[in-house]
T-cell receptor, first 114, second 116 residues
Framework: KAGVTQTPRYLIKTRGQQVTLSCSPI?????VSWYQQTPGQGLQFLFE???????NKGNFPGRFSGRQFSNSRSEMNVSTLELGDSALYLC?????????????FGEGSRLTVL | AQSVTQLGSHVSVSEGALVLLRCNYS??????LFWYVQYPNQGLQLLLK??????LVKGINGFEAEFKKSETSFHLTKPSAHMSDAAEYFC??????????????FGTGTQLKVEL
């Protein structure tokens, strides 16, 4: 059974640009969550999607957005990139909407903003 | 809001020694608690979870954790450390009570180093 797949794994952008990250969940999983990991702030919840609907959102500015498609694949977008957006962005999938936090994580997309 | 605190950002043990990683939670009601492990350049992997059933929870790779309500703790232990246990460990609490079951609040992490 394939795990959670995130693309791209590494990318470099400059300030002001925008970026789109992709996540393919484990087959049969309908919930996709996104987390940002930085040395300073640690792991922070961005948002969660279930059946194409955003169920929860963390405390991030509107520059951070996401969506989920009918096949459960998800994308997140960050517009007008800032240096502080440099981070490892982790996607996690779960079979159910309230699966009590048992998440399966991908290896992440490491974004560097110059 | 629920939160977890991990004491000790770095822990070093000898191979074969006891591993003890500390986690204390803050919650007004019984929480759902988790330990995740992250190996270098990888995502997180669930080690074990507490969901108000047995207070002693056994996980993968020989790890276990005990939920102690009186101490608001959920410490992670392993009787004998192995070199392959070197990784970063995160304690987390679920927002299940406010409908955010898949929304986790993580601790700051503990980097475990295992020495020969």
């Amino acid at each position: 059974k394939a795990g959670v797949t995130q693309t791209p794994r590494y990318l470099i952008k400059t300030r002001g640009q925008q970026v789109t990250l992709s996540c393919s969940p484990i087959s049969g999983h309908r919930s996709v969550s996104w987390y940002q990991q930085t040395p300073g702030q640690g792991l922070q919840f961005l948002f969660e999607y279930f059946s194409e609907t955003q169920r929860n959102k963390g405390n991030f500015p509107g520059r951070f957005s996401g969506r989920q498609f009918s096949n459960s694949r998800s994308e997140m977008n960050v517009s007008t990139l800032e240096l502080g957006d440099s981070a490892l962005y982790l996607c996690a999938s779960s079979r159910l909407a309230d699966h009590t936090g048992e998440l399966f994580f991908g290896e992440g997309s490491r974004l560097t903003v110059l | 809001a629920q939160s977890v605190t991990q004491l000790g950002s770095h822990v070093s043990v000898s191979e074969g020694a006891l591993v003890l990683l500390r986690c204390n939670y803050s919650s007004s009601v019984p929480p759902y608690l988790f330990w995740y492990v992250q190996y270098p350049n990888q995502g997180l992997q669930l080690l074990l979870k507490y969901t108000s059933a047995a207070t002693l929870v056994k996980g993968i790779n020989g790890f276990e954790a005990e939920f102690k309500k009186s101490e608001t703790s959920f410490h992670l232990t392993k009787p004998s450390a192995h070199m392959s246990d070197a990784a970063e460990y995160f304690c987390a609490v679920s927002d299940i009570l406010t409908g955010g079951g898949n929304k986790l609040t993580f601790g700051t992490g503990t980097q475990l180093k295992v020495e020969l």
